[in-house]
Every structure is written in C-alpha cells, then in structure tokens.
C-alpha cells in the first residue's frame, strides 16, 4: 500500500470564561506568545494544546475576527515515532535458507539495509521471465470508491504472484522472509514492477492507512505492514534510483541487489521518514520485485491479490 500517513490530528479543545478572561488580559498587558504558551504548559497543558490555544486568539484578533469563545480546534502532533532495533539481524552477512546476502549499508533512522546479492543473475532473469506475460499497467486504489485506477504519476507496468505460487516462488517467498527475519506467512505475495524509459514513482509511504476504509480493514485481517524488501531484477542504464527524501539517500539499482527498509514499530506507530519514490528512468527499463511484510499472517482480499493496497501520496 502507499498512501499518506495522518502527520497532525485535530482536537476541540474547551475554553473556560476564567481561561479566556486570562489569556485576553494577558495579550492586552504585552504578555509575549511563548511566555503565556509557556504559563499554560506550567498549569499542565499539553504544549501542542497551550501552542494551539495562544495561536487561535493571536490568528483571531490578527484576522479582526471575533476571539474565540466555548471551544477552539487545535491540531495535535502525533508522538515523536520510537525507533526500535532493526529485524533484520546485525553483522556484514545474512544467512537466508543456504544463501550468504552480504550487507553493505545500514541506516538507522530510518532503517535502511542495502544488500549484494539476494538474487542470481539466473533467478532475476527467470522472474523477468514469468512475470512479463502477466504485466498490466500499474494502478492506486482510489480511496473514495475502492476501485483501481490508472495515473499519471505512477508509470509502470506489474504483476502479483500468489504466495509460494511454484516452486520457484516458494523458494524466494522463503529467501525473502527469512532476510527480513519475519515467518513467510505474513508476507504479501511478490510484485513484480517494470518501468520503461520515464517511468517513475514520487515518494510515498508503503505502512496502511489505518484512517482509510480499506487501510484498516486490511490491517484487521492481517496486521500493519511493518517492512518492505525491494530487489533489482536489471542493471539500469540511467536513471531509477530509489530515493529517500527526508534523509536525502538515492539507491541506485544492481541486478541481484537489494533494498530493505522498515516503518513500523512495536507500539503500532509508523515512520514518517520512510517516505520513498523511484526516480525516473533515463535510459533502458528496470525491473523490481518487491516483497511486503505483514505483523501477522497474510489473509488477501481480492483487491490484495489484484494490485495490492497501492494508493497515492
């Protein structure tokens, strides 16, 4: 799924006639913002809540409208997301069901695992192989009507393969999960992606959207997805790298190598900085598989076997 996370959330905060007699008298005495924010946070206001306060009377008389009376709304920050230790396990290697997957690069916040290796030439050429047949242009869930549609802003073309759909998918859908330290049975079934000369995706989140319909229907059956394992079928010419943006990280995709990066927590709380894209491909095509990992046990619903729950930022 890629959809936007709900970064603030909005509150009716109540508004006493003694509160609001106070902060007039104090915005008509001089009593600067931060000292009365600050006064508020002593008499055990939450700050967003003494910030949203303050803010709504200063916005009011700036705006020459009439000050606020009963009850205000005051956009709340969620709580700072807590990074956790990293599932996939420390150390230069991984051993995943005979196969050694050498790591390379760590980031921790996010946490980013960049690996050489998770595929051979062989097995990236054969998935080519069996997925190109099935390639249909890729679409978003449209979060108002459920239905699958296509945009401009996502240009490619995927397929989904069943879970351990032959044995050869059996096979990888093991590898994969055992990288990501998870059971293979809360892992999605494989996507595979091509994107032609100029095909891109801008950044976006892979955790569901637990405010949407479909978002928390899907985590009811199966759990928040909690990691997401990308590996490079081709070698790209020019152009598709995976970016990070608000780390400034750009992976630049190796046939065989992988991209592995997690968002969710053990307090159900979801990583902001995990927003990720594929640049635009200047020259040839790349193919990707993309494994998503769930904190449970799997359980599709027909939309998920279709296209996934891939919606828009």
């Not at 709580?79 to 956790?84: A, G, L, S």
Request: aromatic share 6%; proline share 7%; hydrophobic share 40%.
């Amino acid at each position: 799924m890629h959809m936007t996370q709900p970064l603030h959330m909005s509150i009716t905060v109540e508004i006493s006639s003694s509160l609001r007699i106070w902060i007039i008298d104090n915005l008509e005495r001089g009593t600067s913002p931060a000292a009365m924010t600050e006064m508020l946070i002593g008499r055990k206001f939450e700050p967003s809540v003494a910030r949203g306060l303050i803010g709504s009377f200063l916005s009011a008389r700036a705006a020459g409208r009439a000050l606020p009376e009963a009850s205000v709304q005051v956009e709340m920050e969620p709580p700072r997301y807590v990074y956790e230790a990293a599932r996939v396990g420390p150390g230069h290697l991984i051993r995943a069901c005979g196969h050694e997957i050498r790591v390379l690069q760590r980031l921790q916040k996010p946490v980013i695992v960049m690996l050489q290796g998770v595929m051979s030439a062989a097995e990236c050429a054969q998935l080519i192989d069996m997925a190109r047949p099935r390639l249909r242009s890729s679409t978003v869930i449209d979060s108002a009507t459920g239905a699958n549609v296509t945009v401009d802003h996502r240009r490619s073309e995927g397929m989904f393969f069943r879970p351990s759909e032959n044995p050869f998918i059996a096979e990888l859908d093991n590898r994969l999960a055992a990288i990501m330290n998870s059971p293979t049975r809360n892992g999605e079934g494989l996507q595979v992606l091509r994107y032609g000369c100029g095909g891109q995706y801008p950044p976006h989140f892979d955790f569901l959207d637990p405010a949407s319909p479909l978002g928390a229907q899907s985590i009811a059956r199966s759990g928040q997805r909690i990691g997401t394992l990308i590996v490079y079928l081709n070698d790209v010419i020019g152009g598709g790298e995976t970016v990070f943006p608000e780390v400034g990280l750009s992976v630049v995709p190796h046939r065989g190598n992988g991209l592995y990066f997690e968002y969710a927590n053990s307090r159900k709380q979801v990583d902001p900085r995990s927003a990720h894209g594929g640049a635009p491909v200047t020259l040839g095509e790349k193919w990707i598989v993309t494994k998503w990992m769930r904190s449970q046990e799997f359980v599709p619903a027909a939309y998920e076997g279709a296209e996934g729950l891939a919606t828009r930022k």
